[in-house]
């Protein structure tokens, strides 16, 4: 299975490319450490029923989620994961673990059900199932040939 490690020449997808994102350099926007959260990886495939769509947000709560169609045509993921809160009595010796504001929008197709959308999380992972509308396949009828 070929899988692209950057979604630049997706036609559905809305980010912005980031010249950064796989650079041995510190990005000018924001510290190395976040770069995990803030550009959440996710797994798009289509099945003849629906859009899944799966983020891996690691160690994140679905209250720090959000899942949003706008104008009926953009699935939007996003959500912050906060600094742990510090204790005067700590001392910390190495901070590596993500934190920061993320958001994906992906542009979805006109065929779906925007009313019957669903999402779930488990163990870091969050799925979003975009139903398709059916589509009526063609009835077809034969025609004998007179001759």
Do not use: C, Y
């Not at 041995?24 to 495939?45: H, K, Y």
């Not at 910390?92 to 009313?115: A, T």
């Not at 870091?124 to 001759?147: A, C, F, Q, R, Y």
Request: hydrophobic share 35%; glycine share 4%; net charge negative.
């Amino acid at each position: 299975m070929l899988r692209s490690s950057s979604s630049i020449f997706d036609p559905f997808s809305l980010d912005a490319w980031d010249p950064f994102k796989d650079s041995p350099l510190p990005s000018p926007s924001f510290s190395r450490e976040n770069t995990a959260i803030v550009s959440a990886r996710v797994d798009w495939r289509e099945t003849p029923e629906a859009h899944v769509f799966k983020a891996d947000l690691p160690g994140m709560k679905k209250e720090e989620v959000k899942v949003e169609i706008e104008d009926d045509s953009v699935l939007k993921i996003s959500g912050e994961r906060h600094v742990e809160k510090e204790d005067k009595n700590d001392t910390w010796h190495r901070v590596e673990r993500s934190s920061g504001k993320f958001s994906r929008r992906f542009r979805l197709p006109e065929n779906i059900k925007m009313d019957e959308v669903r999402a779930s999380m488990e163990n870091g992972v969050l799925t979003v199932t975009v139903p398709k509308v059916e589509t009526k396949k063609p009835d077809v009828k034969s025609i004998e040939i007179s001759g």
